[in-house]
């Protein structure tokens, strides 16, 4: 089983940017795809981004398109979620996954493989 560890959220004002970061042990991740999701306060765990194995096929839930982007550097056994223009409704935990499906251009989460989560709040 693969331990991640989310990093990198943090307090930023409407229209800033915030990078995250997830490390992965335990296992190498280059050979499964990843992806990122978010949990605000009263709302269920929702999919933000997700990305296949070798990187090259990527995915974005609507409300982020244009303004995330998720990336995987397989060598260093990582992933980032690099976050601009960023919204107040972007509020949330957000938690890397691992080892989850990736097909119709969707990822869908492993059940285990959740990292503990980093705070991103956004302010208006």
């Known amino acids: 089983q693969v331990h991640l560890v989310e990093s990198g959220g943090g307090q930023v004002q409407a229209g800033g940017s915030l990078r995250l970061s997830c490390a992965a042990s335990?296992?190498?991740?280059?050979?499964?795809?990843m992806g990122w999701f978010r949990q605000a306060p009263g709302k269920e765990r929702e999919p933000v981004a997700g990305i296949s194995r070798n990187g090259e096929s990527t995915y974005y839930e609507d409300a982020v398109k244009g303004r995330f982007t998720i990336s995987r550097d397989n060598a260093q056994n990582t992933l980032a979620l690099q976050m601009s223009s960023l919204k107040p409704e972007d509020t949330a935990v957000y938690y890397c996954n691992a080892d989850g499906a990736y097909f119709g251009g969707i990822y869908y989460a492993h059940l285990h493989n959740w990292g503990q989560g980093t705070q991103v709040t956004v302010s208006s």
């Open positions: 335990g296992r190498a991740v280059s050979s499964v795809a």
